[in-house]
């Protein structure tokens, strides 16, 4: 092609200097045109929406500056704050291991470094199954050729320790996946303690999802003998998506050096991560904003300290569930299966869970989550979602919704059992 030269008079009025876009393309030799964009202002809402769903959630301010804040990914500046963000993951986490990793995604790429990492062809493999998430193990297993055995677990429900014993004892894996807080089903393994018992009595490191539950409801890594614990930061910890976190007992640490080969993802390759995380050297360029809205987000849970956070959690949850009873609502699952920190409500006869997600959002401002199958909408309780202002919002908003929308309720008697609730609770909870 020959060369082009464009001339522009500096005499000509700016816009009539500049040449028509069509023209530059052209002599650029460009064949696809310029997108009309609509303003980013223009797509979002003009009023924020309160995200009480099943996450992300709303993020603190301090949590928002930093995320703001762009810094060199290598130096003495990051490694420092690399060291403080492990220090404090150490304490949410319970556990005085060494080994804690970042990871540049969402919860589901650090469950996926637990598994590319633990597990290699021929590796068995038992998943237990409560829902979506529990499931999403069993499949990054096999796709790195793990040998998979699940143990479904009837929906709404949590794991059975006696069936758990006895397929422990007839498959014999070296690796147990399950999910603290299975958040597609609302449902709660509680007995972690003792499915981590069950599994090292058989020589079998287990890998857990604490995403929604890590800093909401008590986990104790170390005490509990639990080998890997995933996170992510848009849940519990009140953070942004993007940047997660995995916790590593030595003991699986131990397995990972000894793998007979490289892991399948270069990424999530764990020895590669702790050349940044432990020796501030370079793996790729880290998330740095996304790492410094971390810091500060388990910043404010080591203020708060577990214990307040766990009391805050639990009661403005159960102040919510109560509430949504008095509503004339059913909640969904077991009732000694229920996650506190996503809670399930079941849908009346004749109401679309979707038409319920959509309205409350575009009416009350307010988004809820549907769920993946289940005749259920989720409303979260982690982090900021568990303030008073929010759950009385929030309230409104549902109840308002489902009377909009043809369920016969009673949103007195609901906004009354919320503050009866509430008021019996410590300041400090709300």
């Known amino acids: 092609m020959p060369n082009t030269v464009l001339a522009f008079r500096s005499d000509q009025p700016h816009d009539a200097a500049r040449a028509p876009a069509a023209a530059v393309a052209a002599a650029a030799g460009m064949r696809i045109a310029q997108p009309h964009i609509e303003p980013l202002d223009a797509l979002l809402p003009a009023e924020p929406l309160l995200m009480m769903g099943a996450g992300p959630v709303p993020i603190p301010a301090r949590v928002a500056h930093a995320n703001s804040i762009v810094i060199n990914h290598l130096g003495d500046t990051m490694a420092r704050i ?56 069993a499949e990054m297993a096999r796709r790195v050729g793990g040998d998979v055995t699940t143990l479904d677990v009837p929906p709404g429900e949590s794991v059975d320790l006696g069936e758990l014993e006895a397929m422990l004892a007839r498959v014999r894996p070296t690796v147990l996946t399950v999910a603290h807080g299975e958040t597609s089903s609302t449902t709660f393994n509680a007995h972690l303690a003792q499915i981590a018992r069950l599994a090292r009595a058989v020589d079998c490191l287990v890998v857990a999802d604490a995403v929604c539950t890590l800093s909401t409801t008590p986990l104790l890594m170390d005490d509990w003998g639990i080998d890997a614990v995933v996170t992510g930061g848009q849940k519990g910890l009140s953070s942004i998506p993007g940047v997660s976190l995995i916790a590593l007992s030595q003991r699986a640490w131990d397995r990972i050096e000894s793998r007979p080969a490289d892991p399948p993802h270069w990424c999530l390759d764990a020895k590669l991560a702790a050349q940044f995380w432990h020796h501030a050297s370079y793996h790729y360029t880290a998330p740095v904003s996304g790492i410094l809205a971390l810091h500060e987000a388990l910043h404010l849970v080591c203020q708060e300290t577990l214990e307040r956070r766990f009391t805050r959690h639990l009661s403005c949850s159960t102040a919510m569930q109560r509430a949504i009873e008095a509503l004339g609502l059913n909640l969904y699952g077991r009732a000694d299966s229920r996650l506190h920190s996503v809670i399930g409500i079941e849908m009346p006869a004749g109401i679309d869970r979707r038409q319920v997600c959509a309205h409350i959002s575009q009416r009350y401002r307010v988004e809820i989550s549907g769920s993946f199958g289940l005749d259920i909408v989720r409303i979260g309780q982690m982090g900021e979602q568990c303030r008073a202002h929010n759950l009385f919002r929030t309230l409104h908003a549902f109840g308002s919704t489902m009377r909009d929308l043809g369920a016969a309720v009673d949103l007195p008697a609901a906004a009354a059992e919320l503050e009866r609730s509430l008021q019996h609770m410590p300041y400090d909870a709300i």
């Open 82 to 137: 690399i060291g403080q963000v492990q220090s404090m993951a150490r304490y949410v986490f319970q556990t005085e291991s060494p080994w804690i990793l970042g990871v540049a995604g969402p919860g589901s790429a650090a469950m996926e470094m637990s598994i590319t990492n633990l597990v290699w062809p021929g590796t068995k493999v038992l998943s237990i199954c409560n829902g979506y998430f529990s499931g999403r193990f």
